[in-house]
């Protein structure tokens, strides 16, 4: 039987509960692999890495995996940017591994746009509420901004109503213009869990269009469905990297 290491690597954050949330992501995709490999003849091990805040960072992580089995490093991150283009590569290319693979991140993708939609209707969401204002980290990088607005696309072809991206980072179109000029009724994070991004899209939003409704992160702790949506885009990009 073949080992397959996948090291999943996530931004990290200071949340308990933006912790909590991602171990729950890995938990589902280890049992996935679990699944997968039982008809594959592989053994899939699962390890934990972040590009940010948290340890072990993805370089750390990469060294210490066994140089002669294939690994692959899946972003547990919405889009793609500099954490993707640069952080990965170069822990892949220091990693001494024989055979090492970059996973494609998990979005932009019709399934993370229906687990937006459905944190909406949980915050009391529903057809004919008008525009919807997308919350998203924000990216360095033209192409990981691109990836951002095509979720807003694909939310938009969910929802039925006119979706906007604004960036909760210092990049322009920002969130907090694009409330104060719509005062939308609702806003949607296209955040995987809680930490520095939730809060802070809430506090700008608040400030400047009390009335919005802001809906949850994807993922929480208590919630294991969603967590396997993510787990389940983690899954396809795995397998994707493994045909390529």
Not at 115 to 127: K, V
Not at 172 to 182: C, Q, S, Y
Not at 196 to 207: L, V
Request: hydrophobic share 45%.
């Amino acid at each position: 039987m073949k080992t397959i290491h996948i090291l999943a690597t996530a931004h990290g954050t200071d949340s308990a509960e933006g912790r909590a949330a991602i171990n729950l992501v890995r938990v589902e995709l280890d049992d996935m692999l679990r699944a997968h490999g039982g008809s594959q003849h592989t053994q899939y091990q699962v390890h934990e890495a972040y590009v940010d805040v948290q340890s072990p960072n993805v370089d750390e992580a990469a060294l210490v995996l066994p140089k002669e089995e294939l690994c692959v490093i899946v972003p547990i991150l919405l889009s793609t940017g500099f954490h993707t283009q640069v952080d990965l590569r170069r822990a892949a290319k220091n990693s001494g591994i024989a055979q090492v693979r970059i996973a494609e991140p998990l979005g932009p993708d019709a399934s993370l746009a229906a687990l937006q939609r459905a944190r909406l209707e949980q915050a009391g969401w529903s057809p004919g509420a008008g525009m919807v204002v997308q919350g998203s980290a924000g990216s360095s990088r033209q192409d990981g901004r691109e990836d951002m607005s095509q979720a807003a696309a694909l939310l938009e072809a969910e929802l039925g109503e006119p979706v906007r991206n604004g960036f909760v980072a210092a990049i322009d179109p920002k969130l907090a213009d694009l409330a104060e000029t719509e005062q939308p009724s609702f806003a949607s994070p296209y955040l995987l869990a809680e930490g520095f991004f939730a809060g802070k899209m809430r506090r700008d939003i608040e400030r400047v269009s009390p009335g919005t409704t802001v809906a949850a992160p994807l993922v929480n702790s208590h919630d294991t469905a969603s967590a396997r949506i993510i787990a389940a885009c983690a899954l396809n990009r795995v397998m994707e990297a493994l045909r390529n």
